[in-house]
């Protein structure tokens, strides 16, 4: 009977350290990426050096692997190989040119060849990409979700020769909007609430309402008792994940504490330009003269919320109705909750102007509610462009 190909191997302190070496080079190949995505290279080089490298290693490492994983398959020995010592080794020639760089920075400008967005995986965005060529290597650069890049013409890079000769990129700027993409931009700085103390002589106060789940990427924004139940996402999306709500409070003295301004914070990079943030069937080109698009409020308050939570809120909502036509889940829940965040819990009056709500049925998804500054009315909503390629709804 012949020996098999593979058989169970001996732990051994050396077998050990192999397989460390095999998911550190898997680490390391996922890392080289992003170094890869700012470097003016070709991608057959990194590769040959991936490839190259795994061949090499494969018979001079044979009796090695076969001794301590019992595996005299050269497919096998050439996988561990290229995932091991290749990807140490790609890793090693691509991050040396990108961090060791010599000479000085140079800046230019280029014309966009290309746009278009990455293939959205299961916790991504689909992030947005230019194409761009310099010194006869045609790169794809590649933005944070949400950035408008089709709206623009030319980039603005600032380079450096790398190590091995390979340009890295430093900084990107897009420059040259198109004709017409600067309709449903907003001219007002909202930067201004949340960096002063104060505004037109008005105090101003930061709070923090806590982190939203974000399980899905699209957001909903709107009257969390009236608007929400069968709002459409924004159709800019967002990385799945947990970001903060903050809240600009203005201390208005007669009229007491008024939220002006409302933020879902994905970035801490500053904002340079706010658009409207618009829903798949809203477009710019439909509205005239002043109009906007934003959202109805009838009970005064406003919120941030994920579209599957809002799926299962509305579930929630609805048990409460289907028992007796005359409950509904702010008498029967909310407003208690509400109460719990009251300046005055005392006071019969203090009704309380945001919560934090999990859902019973779901704990892990919330929802974050807060007043509408003066109550009911129309309000617009805001998508936020970042100085470094974030998005962010206000």
């Given at each position: 009977m012949?020996?098999?190909?593979?058989?169970?191997?001996?732990?051994?302190?050396?077998?050990?350290l192999?397989?460390?070496?095999?998911?550190?080079?898997?680490i390391?190949?996922?890392?080289?990426?992003?170094?890869?995505h700012?470097?003016?290279?070709?991608y057959?080089?990194?590769?040959?050096?991936?490839?190259?490298?795994?061949?090499?290693?494969?018979?001079?490492?044979?009796?090695?692997l076969?001794l301590?994983?019992?595996?005299?398959?050269?497919?096998?020995?050439?996988?561990y190989?290229l995932?091991?010592?290749?990807?140490?080794?790609?890793?090693a020639?691509?991050a040396?040119?990108?961090?060791?760089?010599?000479?000085?920075?140079?800046t230019?400008?280029?014309?966009?060849?290309?746009?278009?967005?990455l293939?959205?995986?299961a916790?991504?965005?689909?992030?947005?990409y230019?194409?761009?060529?310099?010194d006869?290597?045609?790169?794809?650069?590649?933005?944070?979700?949400g950035i408008?890049?089709a709206n623009?013409?030319?980039?603005?890079?600032?380079v450096?020769?790398g190590?091995?000769?390979?340009?890295?990129?430093?900084?990107?700027?897009?420059?040259?909007?198109?004709?017409?993409?600067?309709?449903?931009?907003h001219?007002?700085?909202y930067?201004?609430?949340?960096?002063?103390?104060?505004?037109?002589?008005?105090?101003?106060?930061?709070?923090?309402?806590?982190?939203?789940?974000i399980?899905?990427?699209?957001?909903?924004?709107?009257?969390?008792?009236?608007?929400?139940?069968?709002?459409?996402?924004?159709?800019?999306?967002?990385?799945?994940?947990?970001?903060?709500?903050?809240?600009?409070?203005?201390?208005t003295?007669?009229?007491g504490?008024?939220?002006?301004?409302?933020?879902?914070?994905?970035?801490?990079?500053?904002a340079?330009?706010?658009?409207?943030?618009?829903?798949?069937?809203?477009?710019?080109?439909?509205?005239?003269?002043?109009?906007?698009?934003?959202?109805a409020?009838?009970?005064?308050?406003?919120?941030?919320?994920?579209?599957?939570?809002?799926?299962?809120?509305?579930?929630?909502?609805d048990?409460f109705?289907k028992?007796?036509?005359?409950?509904?889940v702010?008498?029967?829940?909310?407003?208690?909750?509400?109460?719990k965040?009251?300046?005055?819990?005392?006071?019969?009056?203090?009704?309380?102007?945001?919560?934090?709500?999990?859902?019973?049925?779901?704990?892990?998804?919330?929802?974050?509610?807060?007043?509408?500054?003066?109550?009911?009315?129309?309000?617009?909503?805001?998508?936020?462009?970042?100085?470094?390629?974030?998005?962010?709804?206000?």
């Amino acid at each position: 009977m012949s020996e098999p190909i593979f058989k169970k191997p001996n732990i051994t302190p050396y077998h050990t350290l192999l397989t460390i070496l095999f998911f550190a080079g898997l680490i390391l190949l996922v890392a080289q990426i992003k170094i890869y995505h700012n470097t003016f290279i070709n991608y057959v080089i990194p590769t040959a050096v991936w490839l190259v490298t795994g061949l090499v290693a494969t018979p001079l490492l044979a009796n090695t692997l076969t001794l301590h994983y019992n595996t005299r398959s050269p497919v096998l020995q050439l996988v561990y190989n290229l995932c091991t010592w290749g990807s140490i080794a790609v890793y090693a020639f691509m991050a040396s040119n990108f961090y060791f760089g010599k000479g000085s920075v140079v800046t230019f400008k280029t014309t966009i060849t290309k746009t278009g967005e990455l293939a959205k995986g299961a916790f991504g965005c689909g992030e947005p990409y230019v194409n761009v060529v310099y010194d006869g290597v045609e790169k794809e650069v590649i933005f944070g979700c949400g950035i408008p890049v089709a709206n623009y013409k030319d980039l603005e890079l600032s380079v450096k020769k790398g190590l091995w000769g390979f340009n890295v990129i430093k900084t990107g700027s897009l420059l040259n909007e198109k004709k017409g993409s600067e309709v449903g931009l907003h001219p007002a700085n909202y930067n201004v609430y949340f960096d002063s103390t104060s505004y037109q002589g008005t105090p101003l106060k930061l709070r923090q309402l806590g982190e939203l789940n974000i399980p899905t990427g699209k957001i909903i924004v709107g009257d969390p008792l009236v608007t929400i139940y069968n709002s459409d996402p924004l159709k800019k999306e967002i990385k799945p994940g947990k970001y903060p709500v903050i809240v600009c409070i203005a201390k208005t003295g007669k009229s007491g504490d008024r939220y002006a301004v409302v933020k879902l914070e994905v970035s801490k990079n500053k904002a340079v330009k706010w658009e409207l943030a618009l829903t798949a069937k809203q477009h710019l080109e439909d509205l005239k003269g002043d109009q906007i698009f934003g959202f109805a409020v009838d009970a005064g308050l406003g919120c941030f919320v994920d579209v599957q939570t809002r799926d299962f809120f509305n579930q929630y909502n609805d048990s409460f109705t289907k028992k007796d036509k005359t409950w509904n889940v702010y008498d029967e829940v909310l407003a208690a909750e509400f109460k719990k965040n009251a300046l005055d819990p005392k006071d019969p009056n203090d009704a309380g102007d945001w919560v934090n709500f999990y859902l019973p049925t779901k704990p892990a998804l919330n929802i974050i509610m807060f007043q509408s500054g003066f109550g009911d009315g129309f309000t617009p909503r805001f998508g936020v462009l970042m100085t470094k390629a974030r998005y962010a709804v206000w």
